[in-house]
């Protein structure tokens, strides 16, 4: 039996299903919403912190085929993301630093999501946002 190749390069498929993944990460953290209980933050730090140096080399490639200003402004957003995803907060802090860093990854997804091709999915507290808008511009019978 012979194989075929796929049509599709297997490291841009791999890249693609790796965003997926962890735009559904993200996106799980931000709908449930982000309880500031001290296990629950903790719980979700590590989540993060995982996540965060997978996405880094990803970035740093895409930063590679960006114009001059564009790989400056990504390489700072990705040095501020590796220094919050390495630090330490003290406990008062924890949940503030987390809301950052969910915060500096969804920016670096959206930019590597952009990149390869993929849609973003709008989340359901946006989506419910902009329907409620909706509803109050729409004139009353």
């Given at each position: 039996m012979t194989s075929t190749t796929p049509a599709v390069?297997?490291?841009?498929?791999?890249?693609?299903?790796?965003?997926?993944?962890?735009?559904?990460?993200?996106?799980?953290?931000?709908?449930?919403?982000?309880?500031?209980?001290?296990?629950?933050?903790?719980?979700?730090?590590?989540?993060?912190?995982?996540?965060?140096?997978?996405?880094?080399p990803h970035a740093r490639a895409l930063a590679a085929t960006l114009g001059e200003k564009e790989r400056s402004e990504l390489h700072e957003l990705i040095e501020r993301t590796e220094r919050r995803s390495a630090a330490r907060p003290r406990a008062d802090l924890a949940y503030e630093h987390l809301l950052v860093l969910v915060s500096q990854l969804q920016e670096l997804l959206r930019q590597l999501e952009r990149a390869h091709g993929i849609a973003c999915r709008r989340t359901k507290a946006g989506a419910a946002k902009r329907r409620s808008n909706q509803d109050s511009t729409r004139p009353q019978m």
């Open positions: 390069r297997t490291a841009d498929t791999d890249v693609s299903a790796f965003l997926v993944g962890a735009r559904r990460e993200l996106d799980s953290i931000a709908n449930r919403g982000i309880v500031s209980a001290p296990r629950a933050v903790a719980d979700t730090l590590t989540t993060l912190e995982e996540l965060a140096p997978a996405l880094i």
